[in-house]
Structures are given as C-alpha cells and as structure tokens.
C-alpha cells in the first residue's frame, strides 16, 4: 500500500512549512521542517479522535525559531512527565519531535543530542 505516494519503501516525504497551520490527516508519516522560517511557527494538532488513531508525523528545526506542537484541545498532549500538556517547542537547529495519536491523546517526544525543549501546560 503507498504512503505519501512511496509503495514499498521506507521513504518520508519531506514539507517545509513557513508558517502557522494545522496538522491534518494528510501530514501522516512527513516530516515537517521550519527550513527558512523567518519566525515561530506553530503546527496546530486536531482533537484526538479514532479516525486519527495512529497519525504520526515529525517536525525537524532546521531554522533558530520557535517551532511549536500545539494541542486544539487544552490538556491532550502527553509529553516527558506531562499527561496533560498544551504544547511542545524547541529552537534548536537539528532537534526533532515525534507526535503520533491514539484516540483520545496526542503524544510527543523530543529527538536530540542534548538540545532542549519547552513544554507547556
């Protein structure tokens, strides 16, 4: 079965994205990056639900600017000791966070080499 247009691969497409918007079914297996971003920007998730039950995606800094997670629902996203965080941010060039969905949370992970990120609740 293809994924993002890619039948029998392990291949990831690749988005870069400019500015503030939502995450939709569509975003499933990309990996989103801030490349040339000239300011923060926020990726809006949906809430939670069973049709978006294994939606995953990642975001890449590529550019020194806030890039941000943020949950549409108030207290849906679990991240490091956090079961009920809005949202997840980091600024630092080549950190990268998982998000993945189950049907009633979001989760996200950061992915570094001892970059740093911001939750909030």
């Known amino acids: 079965m293809a994924k993002n247009g890619y039948s029998m691969s392990n291949r ?31 990726l809006t998730l949906p809430e939670p639900s069973e049709s978006l039950s294994g939606i995953n995606f990642r975001m890449v800094v590529r550019s020194a600017q806030n890039f941000k997670v943020a949950s549409h629902t108030v207290d849906t996203l679990v991240s490091r000791n956090d079961a009920g965080a809005d949202s997840i941010l980091s600024a630092q060039i080549g950190n990268s966070i998982y998000v993945f969905c189950d049907d009633s949370n979001w989760y996200a992970y950061g992915i570094t080499d001892g970059g740093t990120y911001t939750i909030a609740t």
């Open 12 to 42: 990831q497409a690749v988005e870069v994205v400019t500015a503030d918007r939502e995450v939709t079914e569509l975003d499933c297996g990309k990996i989103l990056t801030n490349t040339g971003a000239s300011g923060a920007i926020t």
